[in-house]
C-alpha cells in the first residue's frame, strides 16, 4: 500500500474541507479499481491504517464501514477486512448468460441446487409459461455462486415438453442457456426482465448470508424461442453488492 498524506478538515481557500474518512474512502477505492489491491486481499490492520493516514482509528473504522457498505470489502469474523470489489457488471440489456459473462471477467460461476420437481402447472405458472393447467413443468430452485460467494437465489420453470429428460444437476458448473440450445436445440431469441427492489425473508438472509435490514433486487425473467414461445421463466433475487447491474440503451 502506498504512502498516503491526507489534507486537513479546516477549509482552504474558502472551498469545503473533503472529511478524512471520505479521503480515505476514495483512497481505497482507487487502489482496488487499480488492481492494486485485489479481490481475496486481507487489509492491514485498523491500527496499521490509522498510523499510515495519521488519523485515529475512529475515522478508519468509518471508512471501512463505509466500503463494506458499498460492497468493496467484506469483514470476517476474527480474521479483519478482505477485499471483495471489484466483482462483475452484468449489462441485463445484452443477450448473454450469466454464467458466461461471469466466466468472461474472470469469475468461476457454480451452483447449488436446493430442490427439483416436476408439477402440474397451476393458473400462475401457465400464465407466465403460457400453457395450459395441468401441463407437467420442471421447477428449479438454486442458489447462484460467484468464487463460492452467494449471489443470488433463483427459481426456474421449464415447459417439460422442451426439455423432456432434463438433468438440473448440470446447472452446478453449467450455464442454462447453453444447455437449452446445444443440448436441446431449444434457440433463445429474446427474454424481458421486470426489477424491483424488496427486502429479503429469512431464509434468503440465511441462504445468501445477508444483513438483515439490506434490500435485494427481484428479476422476473421470461425466455422466448423461436414464434415468441415461452421456453423459461424465473424469479431471481440478487443481492448487488455481489454482482452490479447496468443498462445500455441506443436510438440505433
Not at 69 to 86: A, D, H, M, S, T
Not at 153 to 170: C, G, R, S, V
Not at 171 to 185: A, F, G, K, P, Q
Request: aromatic content about 8%; charged content about 30%.
Amino acid at each position: 500500500m502506498h504512502e498516503k498524506i491526507l489534507n486537513g478538515n479546516s477549509a482552504d481557500n474558502g472551498k469545503e474541507a473533503i472529511p478524512l474518512y471520505h479521503q480515505i474512502v476514495s483512497d481505497l477505492k482507487d487502489q482496488i479499481n487499480r488492481n492494486e489491491m485485489k479481490n481475496g486481499d486481507k487489509l492491514p490492520t485498523e491500527k496499521w491504517l490509522s498510523e499510515h493516514y495519521g488519523v485515529s482509528r475512529v475515522t478508519v473504522r468509518k471508512a471501512l464501514e463505509d466500503l463494506i457498505e458499498q460492497g468493496y470489502l467484506e469483514k470476517r469474523p476474527n480474521r479483519g477486512c478482505f477485499v471483495i470489489q471489484p466483482k462483475f457488471e452484468r449489462d441485463l440489456s445484452r443477450m448473454r448468460s450469466m454464467h458466461r459473462q461471469l466466466l468472461a471477467s474472470g469469475i468461476t460461476p457454480s451452483s447449488k441446487i436446493i430442490s427439483y420437481q416436476e408439477v402440474a402447472a397451476d393458473s400462475w405458472i401457465g400464465r407466465h409459461l403460457q400453457c395450459a393447467e395441468g401441463d407437467i413443468v420442471l421447477v428449479i430452485k438454486r442458489i447462484r455462486y460467484a468464487d463460492e460467494r452467494p449471489f443470488a437465489e433463483q427459481t426456474i420453470y421449464l415447459p417439460k415438453a422442451l426439455f423432456n429428460d432434463f438433468n438440473p444437476w448440470l446447472l452446478r458448473d453449467h450455464s442454462l442457456h447453453d444447455l437449452m440450445e446445444e443440448e436441446y436445440r431449444v434457440p433463445i431469441v429474446s427474454s424481458t426482465q421486470s426489477i424491483t427492489a424488496r427486502m429479503p425473508s429469512k431464509e434468503q438472509i440465511e441462504e445468501l448470508d445477508l444483513k438483515a435490514g439490506k434490500p435485494i433486487l427481484h428479476i422476473r425473467g421470461t425466455v422466448l424461442t423461436e414464434n415468441d414461445k415461452v421456453c423459461e421463466y424465473s424469479d431471481t433475487y440478487f443481492i448487488t453488492d455481489v454482482v452490479r447491474y447496468s443498462f445500455s440503451w441506443s436510438k440505433r
